[in-house]
């Protein structure tokens, strides 16, 4: 398979927590997409990569979460201190720096308790 | 700043019924427009896409889609619906001077009685 992977692909975390989730995009994708998804609304943009750098991160995304993408290939979100709102699916996508579609992972489904 | 509405949050037709799904955008500049489908259980994948040029743009499954720049919108359209279309359907925009962000409709469900 080689499109986009997110793990874990569930994460059930207790108030207060950090937890951190995994994309591995498609190989040869520059560009590396993070959106949180909650029920009944489409995904909404947190932060994006080209390469390493990462390029803009949304007002929405507060100081708890960090994203990282330390060799311009795999990525990683993480949430400290996790509050109930954050229970969501976050979706990982990613694109050809010259394409602009976007080809999305299965995300993974936040709950916190 | 960019949004995406989406004005029909669920529809319901039978089988061979036509389909047109409304998406308009709010942006000042040239946009890329995007519609992407997600099945149940599956990841969203793309379903068409505009960049430039013919307004009147095709995509998988027979669906297509018209780029209206005067009146903002993206309607998604098919002429005889299956069963098998029986998903959500996400109208997305990103701006041409900043390609990485994409602003996303919340969806319409669309339920395709047999």
């Known amino acids: 398979d080689t499109g986009v992977s997110q793990d874990p692909r569930h994460k059930i975390t207790k108030r207060g927590q950090n937890v951190t989730f995994r994309c591995d995009p498609i190989s040869e994708h520059n560009r590396l997409y993070w959106y949180r998804q909650t029920l009944g609304q489409g995904p909404e943009f947190l932060t994006y990569f080209q390469n390493e750098a990462q390029l803009e991160k949304s007002r929405l995304l507060s100081d708890r979460f960090s994203a990282e993408r330390p060799k311009g290939s795999f990525s990683t979100l993480e949430i400290q201190r996790t509050e109930q709102g954050d229970s969501a699916m976050y979706l990982c996508a990613s694109s050809l720096k010259t394409g602009y579609e976007q080809y999305f992972g299965p995300g993974t489904r936040l709950t916190v308790t | 700043a960019q949004s995406v509405s989406q004005h029909n949050h669920h529809v319901i037709l039978s089988e061979a019924a036509s389909l047109e799904l409304g998406c308009n955008y709010s942006?000042?500049?040239?946009?890329?427009l995007f519609w992407y489908v997600q099945y149940p259980g599956q990841h969203l994948q793309l379903l068409l896409k505009?960049?430039?040029?013919?307004?009147l743009v095709k995509g998988i499954k027979g669906f297509e889609a018209e780029f209206i720049k005067s009146k903002f919108s993206f309607n998604l359209r098919k002429p005889s619906v299956q069963w098998s279309d029986t998903a959500e359907y996400f109208c997305a925009v990103n701006a041409w001077t900043n390609a990485g962000k994409s602003t996303f409709g919340d969806g319409t469900t669309l339920t395709v009685k047999p």
């Open positions: 942006y000042g500049g040239t946009v890329n």
């Open positions: 505009y960049f430039s040029g013919d307004p």
